[in-house]
């Protein structure tokens, strides 16, 4: 358990909650992946990216009318994901810092996303 640091105004929602309790009570240490080093893992991630805000942008625009369409070239975009080559080397050098913690520490996960395709 430590005190989060680093850039907690870019934390999301309950991120930048469990950052700010961390000022006055010892909180599971934190390691925020970022746009950033999702493009350099995943090719074609910008490209995905800025289809699927525009498809969310046309959902708001048109309250979900054409939601069917909408979602599907959400997961279209989200198709053409694949690991780069680099990746893994550079999710070892990610994960590096969390290598020799003693057998009392905890580690958790916590993500919205199934990346169950790109592991195949």
């Not at 979602?71 to 694949?82: G, V």
Request: glycine share 4%.
């Amino acid at each position: 358990m430590s005190k989060i640091t680093g850039e907690k105004a870019t934390l999301p929602g309950k991120y930048k909650y469990i950052a700010a309790l961390s000022a006055r009570f010892p909180v599971p240490e934190m390691t925020l992946v970022t746009e950033a080093h999702l493009n350099l893992w995943l090719a074609n991630f910008c490209q995905a990216k800025a289809e699927i805000d525009e498809a969310e942008q046309h959902i708001a625009i048109t309250s979900g009318a054409f939601l069917t369409d909408d979602l599907a070239r959400i997961e279209r975009s989200l198709n053409t994901l694949c690991w780069r080559n680099e990746a893994p080397r550079l999710l070892s050098d990610f994960i590096r810092p969390f290598d020799g913690r003693t057998a009392g520490d905890q580690f958790r996960s916590r993500h919205a996303a199934d990346f169950s395709r790109l592991l195949s």
